[in-house]
T-cell receptor
Framework: EAGVAQSPRYKIIEKRQSVAFWCNPI?????LYWYQQILGQGPKLLIQ????????DSQLPKDRFSAERLKGVDSTLKIQPAKLEDSAVYLC???????????????FGEGSWLTVV | AQSVSQHNHHVILSEAASLELGCNYS??????LFWYVQYPGQHLQLLLK??????LVKGIKGFEAEFIKSKFSFNLRKPSVQWSDTAEYFC??????????FGKGTRLSVIA
């Protein structure tokens, strides 16, 4: 089966510019996640969607980050304005629908590498 | 808040050596435990998972992990590593009402 698709794979922007990342989850997966992975650290959840509703965005820096999943399928993560510390890999992941944190396996995309200079 | 500790940042082993990567978590309730692997240039892949039942879990590529509840540990093992096991390994844990939390990862380098 097709995996989680993400684009672009790589992006270099200057600080204070904006950037958007796109994700298409595995077909049939109602739950979609965006993780941030800073070099040398494990992935950190930014936001979780169940269909088109937000389940958890407690760790999303809402002053500069936004995400949407309008039709309950693909999703966009936006950063505006970007800061140097936003340099990271942004991972999209998906899992089958179910109760939150039910233990369903989470499948990850290859990530979008962001460098802010 | 729950946290995950992976004791080793970088492990270097010769081929055929045995592997054990440590993982401890801090959460007193019922948890789900995972090991993910990231091969160079590839995405995170699930290696194995524990939800309940037999605390010794077998995963893909000959890996296994043992859940020891009293020690809050979920160590990953493989009796004989191969060069192709070179990768970064992440332990992760979640519980009801909490997001999946990852450790910082352990880089494994297997040399011939």
């Amino acid at each position: 089966e097709a995996g989680v698709a993400q684009s672009p794979r790589y992006k270099i922007i200057e600080k204070r510019q904006s950037v958007a990342f796109w994700c298409n989850p595995i077909s049939g997966h109602a739950t979609l996640y965006w993780y941030q992975q800073i070099l040398g650290q494990g992935p950190k959840l930014l936001i979780q969607f169940q269909n088109n509703g937000v389940v958890d965005d407690s760790q999303l820096p809402k002053d500069r980050f936004s995400a949407e999943r309008l039709k309950g399928v693909d999703s966009t993560l936006k950063i505006q304005p970007a800061k140097l510390e936003d340099s990271a890999v942004y991972l999209c992941a998906s899992s089958l629908a179910g109760r939150s944190y039910s233990g369903n396996t989470i499948y990850f995309g290859e990530g979008s590498w962001l460098t802010v200079v | 808040a729950q946290s995950v500790s992976q004791h080793n940042h970088h492990v270097i082993l010769s081929e055929a050596a045995s592997l054990e990567l440590g993982c401890n978590y801090s959460y007193g309730g019922t948890v789900n435990l995972f090991w993910y692997v990231q091969y160079p240039g590839q995405h995170l892949q699930l290696l194995l998972k524990y939800f309940s039942g037999d605390p010794l879990v077998k995963g893909i590529k000959g890996f296994e992990a043992e859940f020891i509840k009293s020690k809050f540990s979920f160590n990953l093992r493989k009796p004989s590593v191969q060069w192709s096991d070179t990768a970064e390994y992440f332990c992760a844990v979640n519980a009801r009402g909490t997001p999946l939390v990852f450790g910082k990862g352990t880089r494994l380098s297997v040399i011939a």
